[in-house]
């Protein structure tokens, strides 16, 4: 199974500003990366795949890069509607596997 | 607009059963893949199945395998889950979700269905 590993597992940061969050694979999955955004109580909701290609309605402060085993999301100018607990997900093979999860707070 | 509603959560004991479904509307779902993901409480995102379009192909987690099954009616629009043997490591909401089409990311979810397993 690929593990994927996320960092950091929580972060706080204030409006305007910027943070990046990292997932790294076990194995090469290529640029199999979906990232996801997730609210109390509600569920998740797409915004990167590909790696880098932003879902139809998603703000382009969302941003994401990598290839291989190491991937990258950037939120900038931070907006209040940003602080929620984020996750990558490899879709390179089954099992899907997810990261931990990074709780992002507002400072 | 595309959907999809699950039902079927609720309280069992250990060692029951349960199913769970998951109706979809606004969009052809006979020609989607789909999944079931679950969320253990104050946990993160864990993937259990996924069944393709036409039921010809299935995976489970090792977690499930054995105990759960995955399947579907295209003809009523609908996916399900039965939960065999639920132990107290199954309590979660559990969300269906689809897999984008021609694609394998997920990109709709449903809102979840929580099933607790508790004596």
């Known amino acids: 199974d690929i593990q994927m590993t996320q960092s950091p597992s929580s972060l706080s940061a204030s409006v305007g500003g910027r943070v990046t969050i990292t997932c790294r694979a076990s194995h090469d999955i290529s640029n199999y990366v979906v990232w996801f955004q997730q609210k109390p109580g509600k569920a998740p909701k797409s915004l990167i795949y590909a790696t880098s290609s932003l879902q139809s309605g998603v703000s382009s402060r969302f941003s994401g890069s990598g290839s291989g085993t190491d991937f990258t999301l950037t939120i900038s100018n931070l907006q209040p509607e940003d602080f929620a607990t984020y996750y990558c997900q490899q879709y390179k093979s089954y099992p899907y596997t997810f990261g931990q999860g990074t709780r992002l707070e507002i400072k | 607009e595309a959907q999809l509603v699950e039902s079927g959560g609720d309280l069992v004991e250990p060692g029951g059963s349960l199913r769970l479904s998951c109706g979809a509307s606004?969009?052809?779902?006979?020609?989607?893949?789909m999944n079931w993901v679950r969320q253990a409480p104050g946990r993160g995102l864990e993937w259990i199945s996924h069944?393709?379009?036409?039921?010809?192909?299935?995976h489970y987690a090792d977690s499930v395998e054995g105990r759960f099954t995955i399947s579907r009616d295209n003809a009523r629009n609908s996916l399900y889950l039965r939960l065999n043997n639920l132990r107290a490591e199954d309590t979660a909401v559990y969300y269906c979700a689809r897999e984008k089409y021609y694609d394998y990311w997920i990109d709709l979810w449903g809102q979840g269905t929580l099933v607790t397993v508790s004596s």
């Open positions: 069944i393709s379009y036409g039921s010809t192909v299935i």
């Open positions: 606004g969009f052809t779902f006979s020609s989607f893949n």
